[in-house]
């Protein structure tokens, strides 16, 4: 812990910056880092399977040109959406609950996921900063905050105090006392930073327990998929976080989730 936790930390700091200084003060070019980040995962997918990316990289430069272009556009993000879910419940279906020694992660598959869960779950970021019905920038800082916590009072008190593996063929270091360590620890944050959105006490706390719930379901996902393919981590590329697809796998989910959810009550 004593030699990963600093380059997580250091890592993770980049990364934030990054995402706050451009999401606030260059919209234009949050909206391409987004694009950057679904595209590094979806290599990443790829190298994994030892599958050719060429076709996926022009379909994904495509996808998120329309996703550009129409981002003001309520009834095309619900259409992702309800493609996105009903693709979701397909691949809970395969991962988990289909004979795990008959299946392949040939081109067609790893296409679908590439496009169906992680381009169109990473698309829900301009969608959600770009919207006009509330302050967009400020719900999805709102939202990364909440997140990277849960993530990090998740990793601590399950190092502190973790002994129950919760998915031990699958995420062997996620323990129930982290999960609802940060679990809890996250909803007392989120009540305390909740007046920097204009949601209410019981709209902050449900958002913020849509947001845990999703970003771990996203997390086990991508555990599941790395386990198919015998792999640790998607990459090296990020110091103590291992790859791109290691690090946005919580906000695939919990992005578009939160996007329904502020649309039902805006």
């Known amino acids: 812990m004593n030699k990963v936790f600093p380059q997580r930390i250091g890592t993770g700091l980049i990364y934030a910056i990054s995402l706050?200084?451009?999401?606030?003060?260059?919209?234009?070019?949050f909206i391409f880092i987004a694009f950057i980040l679904a595209l590094a995962a979806v290599l990443e997918l790829?190298?994994?399977?030892?599958?050719?990316?060429?076709?996926?990289i022009l379909c994904l430069s495509?996808?998120?040109g329309s996703c550009f272009?129409?981002?003001?556009n309520e009834n095309f993000a619900l259409s992702l959406i309800v493609i996105f879910f009903f693709f979701f419940i397909f691949l809970v279906f395969i991962l988990f609950f289909s004979n795990q020694q008959t299946l392949e992660f040939n081109a067609?598959?790893?296409?679908?996921?590439?496009l169906f869960y992680i381009s169109i779950?990473?698309?829900?970021?301009?969608?959600?900063?770009?919207?006009?019905?509330?302050?967009?920038?400020?719900?999805?800082?709102?939202?990364?905050?909440?997140?990277?916590s849960n993530d990090s009072f998740s990793y601590l008190i399950g190092k502190w105090l973790g002994k129950r593996i919760l998915f031990p063929s699958i995420s062997p270091k996620k323990t129930l006392e982290g999960y609802v360590g940060g679990l809890i620890c996250t909803?007392?944050?989120?009540?305390?930073?909740?007046?920097l959105v204009n949601l209410d006490h019981l709209q902050v706390m449900t958002l913020a327990f849509l947001i845990c719930l999703c970003g771990n379901a996203g997390d086990l996902m991508e555990s599941k998929i790395k386990r198919l393919l015998g792999k640790k981590d998607s990459s090296q590329l990020l110091?103590?976080?291992g790859g791109f697809f290691d690090r946005i796998d919580s906000i695939i989910l919990s992005v578009p989730i939160s996007y329904l959810f502020l649309h039902l009550i805006y």
């Open 62 to 64: 495509l996808f998120f």
């Open 187 to 195: 909803l007392l944050f989120a009540l305390f930073i909740g007046n």
């Open 108 to 114: 067609p598959l790893v296409t679908s996921i590439s």
């Open 121 to 148: 779950g990473m698309s829900f970021l301009i969608f959600i900063a770009e919207n006009q019905n509330y302050e967009g920038a400020i719900i999805l800082g709102f939202i990364f905050l909440i997140q990277w």
């Open 239 to 241: 110091p103590g976080h």
């Open 69 to 72: 272009f129409f981002r003001n």
């Open 20 to 29: 706050f200084v451009s999401l606030f003060f260059i919209p234009n070019l």
């Open 46 to 56: 790829h190298h994994m399977s030892e599958s050719n990316p060429i076709f996926m």
